[in-house]
């Protein structure tokens, strides 16, 4: 569906009409299993094994009541994406289980596409969620998804080039601060500057964080899309893009930096301070015992709540991690959402933080010792999920999400004055049916 533009007022289950008949061929078929046992199909995006581990554990747990086999989707985001969004658009009923990047839901529940979560099961489930994961799993302020784990950027920072900007991080600080650091010090601030996803999780995090939305009203229909980048929040979003890009600060190979290479940059000598993802904390200390790194760099290295874009003004860092949905034509709808029940307890959560690193999005696992151990900077996590805020939660949100990849990226490109009404413009064309994405 990529490309792709709408006319006003269409509606997202006519969108994935046109592709039911060619998703088709998408269904699974086959033979129950001999002991007649219910079979629910978990559609996984790629991680480290927790998955299918967890599947194995509640499997054994519900003792005959049912079995989990999992289904890995699609390593890249929009290609989950699509691939779930046809097959539930065919009415697919091996849709049991699926994981859910919190951006696609609005597009998924606003045509019916998801079963309702059950008023027990979201007792269950949501009493100690973190707030940014909990409103990233809600559409029109309705829980249509299980929040399973979650995630979120915190600023790391050398502690050495924090010492010699003579920065406190025991207290907040901004982008400016930041940026003057960088400079000052001749180093590279560690962002993503790539044509990607990322670059509307960035962009979405300093709108926020300086008091505005990329879309003011969600809900509303294509015609009626108010965008808020004309604002005093997003055109300092864009300021601070501008300068990074325009001075150099995010390194010769900002235009295609993604999270990994932000890190790996990070762990060089002119690594001073970097917004990325808790993966970096594994990643390097694998590097260390490899010995591809040295020890030193361990201890270096510190952690803090994102930049603020405005002093004084708390900063939304940028949430992700996948909820849990039932697909609305689903057999099994009522044991799909026991299983999810299994899946996400705090337990369970906290297990797939130590083994694949994805943090919980129960506040009360973060006081388990294991992830204490393994993660240091854990109560940091938790208070940025806290803070943090969800991505356009819009039934548009290809369209919004491409369309400030187009327009901001590369970051040298970015203009204070002119990119966010050019963004604005070009967005607002597409939702309108009159320009191509």
Not at 72 to 77: C, E, F, I, T, V
Not at 125 to 143: C, M, Y
Not at 332 to 348: S, W
Not at 399 to 424: L, R
């Amino acid at each position: 569906m990529h490309g792709q533009s709408r006319r006003a007022g269409f509606r997202r289950r006519a969108r994935w009409a046109g592709v039911a008949a060619a998703a088709s061929a998408l269904l699974l078929s086959g033979c129950g299993p001999a002991d007649s046992t219910p079979v629910l199909t978990w559609y996984i995006n790629p991680d480290d094994g927790g998955q299918a581990a967890i599947a194995k554990k509640c499997t054994a747990a519900a003792d005959g009541k049912y079995r989990i086999e999992t289904t890995l989707l699609p390593s890249d985001a929009a290609a989950q994406r699509e691939q779930l969004a046809r097959r539930l658009a065919a009415s697919d009923t091996s849709m049991d289980i699926m994981s859910l990047d919190p951006p696609f839901i609005p597009e998924l529940a606003e045509p019916g596409f998801l079963a309702p979560v059950p008023e027990d099961t979201a007792k269950k489930t949501t009493q100690h969620t973190l707030d940014g994961a909990l409103v990233g799993a809600k559409w029109k302020d309705t829980l249509v998804t299980v929040p399973f784990w979650a995630n979120t950027q915190i600023l790391w920072y050398r502690k050495s080039a924090a010492k010699a900007a003579g920065l406190d991080m025991s207290k907040p600080v901004t982008w400016d601060q930041l940026i003057k650091a960088a400079q000052d010090d001749k180093k590279y601030l560690g962002v993503q500057g790539a044509l990607a996803e990322s670059m509307t999780v960035w962009v979405n995090a300093l709108v926020e964080s300086g008091g505005g939305h990329i879309v003011e009203n969600p809900e509303a229909s294509a015609d009626d899309v108010q965008l808020g980048l004309e604002t005093a929040a997003g055109k300092k979003a864009a300021e601070i893009v501008s300068t990074i890009g325009k001075k150099g600060l995010g390194g010769p190979g900002l235009p295609t930096q993604a999270e990994n290479e932000a890190m790996l940059q990070f762990q060089g000598d002119k690594g001073s301070f970097m917004v990325n993802w808790p993966f970096v904390w594994p990643a390097t200390n694998a590097s260390v015992k490899a010995g591809s790194l040295e020890k030193s760099l361990i201890t270096d290295i510190g952690w803090a709540l994102y930049p603020q874009t405005e002093a004084g003004k708390e900063s939304r860092p940028p949430l992700g991690g996948i909820n849990l949905g039932v697909g609305a034509a689903s057999k099994h709808v009522g044991l799909a959402y026991d299983a999810i029940e299994c899946i996400v307890t705090p337990e369970n959560q906290v297990e797939y933080f130590v083994t694949n690193g994805n943090p919980p999005s129960d506040s009360t696992a973060y006081d388990d010792p294991s992830i204490k151990e393994k993660f240091p900077m854990a109560d940091t996590i938790r208070q940025s999920l806290r803070q943090s805020a969800p991505r356009p939660q819009t039934p548009y949100y290809n369209e919004v999400s491409t369309g400030i990849q187009q327009n901001w990226a590369p970051p040298s490109g970015v203009d204070p004055e002119t990119t966010p009404k050019t963004t604005t413009d070009f967005i607002t064309e597409v939702l309108r049916g009159e320009r191509l994405l």
